[in-house]
């Protein structure tokens, strides 16, 4: 039972690494009918996007607070290292109450620190939306921008009013 879930926390952890990649390189936006990624190779996600966007103020006001909200977040690291750090002792600990304990908490506060990263992920990308809207209001050429129809992109957003849960897997073989 120990193997299995050990192993079964590998794959998962192993897994989102994938999906990461997958959506950062593939994003594109059509301007002028011609393909730009909108995340370059830059550290920045959206920078792809700047060139135009810096032509509208407001429009670059949605990107900035995008690339802010995109940064790291010290509080998730943190939060999924304590899970992390939880699971593993319980997977080396010897009292049968403990482990139990430690490996239930570590497990749940792993799934907890994603679920939020993930949500937070997902209602971020409301602001490069709107960057995108701002500046097709008042600026030619048009930037042609759609995520949830890029087959690459966000999928599997589950949304209720006023808030969006945000669970995506691309399995490729």
């Known amino acids: 039972m120990r193997n299995f879930l050990f192993g079964l926390v590998l794959i998962f952890a192993l897994s989102l690494q994938n999906v990461s990649a997958v959506e950062t390189c593939s994003r594109i936006a059509i301007i002028n009918y011609q393909e730009i990624l909108v995340d ?90 709107k960057a995108v809207e701002e500046y097709n209001k008042r600026n030619l050429p048009k930037i042609y921008f759609n995520p949830e129809n890029n087959p690459q992109g966000p999928q599997g957003n589950m949304s209720f009013p006023g808030f969006k849960i945000g669970l995506a897997k691309n399995w490729s073989f």
């Open 40 to 129: 370059s190779n830059a550290s920045e996600k959206g920078e792809g996007l700047r060139y135009h966007l810096e032509k509208d103020p407001k429009a670059l006001q949605y990107l900035n607070n995008y690339q802010e909200n995109s940064a790291i977040r010290w509080p998730n690291a943190l939060l999924g290292t304590a899970g992390t750090g939880l699971l593993l002792f319980g997977f080396f600990t010897s009292d049968s109450q403990d482990r139990q304990l430690y490996l239930i908490s570590g497990a749940a506060t792993i799934l907890v620190n994603f679920l939020v990263a993930r949500t937070l992920e997902v209602t971020n990308e409301a602001n490069l939306n």
